[in-house]
T-cell receptor, first 113, second 111 residues
Framework: NAGVTQTPKFQVLKTGQSMTLQCAQDMNHEYMSWYRQDPGMGLRLIHY???????DQGEVPNGYNVSRSTTEDFPLRLLSAAPSQTSVYFC????????????FGPGTRLTVT | RKEVEQDPGPFNVPEGATVAFNCTYSNSASQSFFWYRQDCRKEPKLLMS???SGNEDGRFTAQLNRASQYISLLIRDSKLSDSATYLCVVTPQGAGNMLTFGGGTRLMVKP
């Protein structure tokens, strides 16, 4: 199993550009989520999904969209990048809502200039 | 006040030392508790769950104190490979089973 994969590993964007961060998992996990990690802030939940076709907002959803058309894929779209979105983004999955061991992807380091 | 608070450190300890971290949480109805480990520039990984009765996994011991709303992690006989950031994770009641992460405590084990 590849586990949770993310692409790209690094990205530099200019303010106002849009892009999609890709996330895929091959463990047939129902629950997937996106976090951002900033120094001293811990990981903060952006959006999550409890299954294909179902998504919901987390703690810091503004400026981001998600979709979940399949169990495997959970892309995160930045609509119009801002310098405040410079961060490390982690995708994660876990087998179900009440199973809390979460598997993280390797992260995407995004810089917005 | 943050929901989950940790001393960011760094804790600098010699090999073989015993070190302990605490983590406090604000929601008294929190239900589940975990420690994750994150190596530099890597993703977090589950280290251990924290049970009400306390639990041990090799050199690592986790404790929960619900009355004072904190969890602790004790590492005995520290190894160089224990150098990492340790993240405290809590599931607040009514939060849709979301995981809430603390900011992490950095541990550096020196030779």
């Amino acid at each position: 199993n590849a586990g949770v994969t993310q692409t790209p590993k690094f990205q530099v964007l200019k303010t106002g550009q849009s892009m999609t961060l890709q996330c895929a998992q091959d463990m047939n996990h129902e629950y997937m989520s996106w976090y951002r990690q900033d120094p001293g802030m811990g990981l903060r939940l952006i959006h999550y999904s409890v299954g294909a076709g179902i998504t919901d907002q987390g703690e810091v959803p503004n400026g981001y969209n998600v979709s979940r058309s399949t169990t495997e894929d959970f892309p995160l779209r930045l609509l119009s990048a801002a310098p405040s979105q410079t961060s490390v983004y982690f995708c994660a999955s876990r087998p179900g809502l009440s199973l809390y061991e979460q598997y993280f992807g390797p992260g995407t380091r995004l810089t917005v200039t | 006040r943050k929901e989950v608070e940790q001393d960011p450190g760094p804790f600098n300890v010699p090999e073989g030392a015993t070190v302990a971290f605490n983590c406090t949480y604000s929601n008294s109805a929190s239900q589940s508790f975990f420690w994750y480990r994150q190596d530099c520039r890597k993703e977090p990984k589950l280290l251990m769950s924290v049970y009400s009765s306390g639990n041990e996994d090799g050199r690592f011991t986790a404790q929960l104190n619900r009355a004072s709303q904190y969890i602790s992690l004790l590492i005995r006989d520290s190894k160089l490979s224990d150098s990492a950031t340790y993240l405290c994770v809590v599931t607040p009641q009514g939060a849709g089973n979301m995981l809430t992460f603390g900011g992490g405590t950095r541990l550096m084990v020196k030779p």
